[in-house]
Nanobody, 126 residues
Framework: QVQLVESGGGSVQAGGSLRLSCAASGRTLSSVVMGWFRQPPGKEREFVAAISRSGDTTYYADSVKGRVTIFRDNAENTVYLQMNNLGPEDTAVYYC???????????????????WGQGTQVTVSS
């Protein structure tokens, strides 16, 4: 079974940037859809972005569109989330996830994803 490890989180001031990484082992990520989700303090987990198997199609939540880019390097078996112009509303634990079913379509639903990483904390101060 694939295992995911997120990294790259930390503390930044408003307006700053972070790049999160999701490294996979156990299988080749080129065969699956990947997604990023986040869970702010006291709130439900929410969709951030998803990317197709080849990386040629992406999908973003309205709250991050224009500030966030998801991309993948299948040769390195890694998916990234580049976040710019961060604000306090972006403070959350960020998770990457694998969607192995119906891999021709992207999804924003938590239930569509099969495997999750442990998460990495992002804190944005004002």
């Amino acid at each position: 079974q694939v295992q995911l490890v997120e990294s790259g989180g930390g503390s930044v001031q408003a307006g700053g940037s972070l790049r999160l990484s999701c490294a996979a082992s156990g299988r080749t990520l080129s065969s699956v859809v990947m997604g990023w989700f986040r869970q702010p303090p006291g709130k439900e987990r929410e969709f951030v972005a998803a990317i197709s198997r080849s990386g040629d199609t992406t999908y973003y939540a309205d709250s991050v569109k224009g500030r966030v880019t998801i991309f993948r390097d299948n040769a390195e078996n890694t998916v990234y989330l580049q976040m710019n112009n961060l604000g306090p509303e972006d403070t959350a634990v960020y998770y990457c996830a694998v969607k192995t079913g119906n891999t021709r379509w992207l999804s924003r639903e938590i239930s569509a994803y099969d495997v999750w990483g442990q998460g990495t904390q992002v804190t944005v101060s004002s």
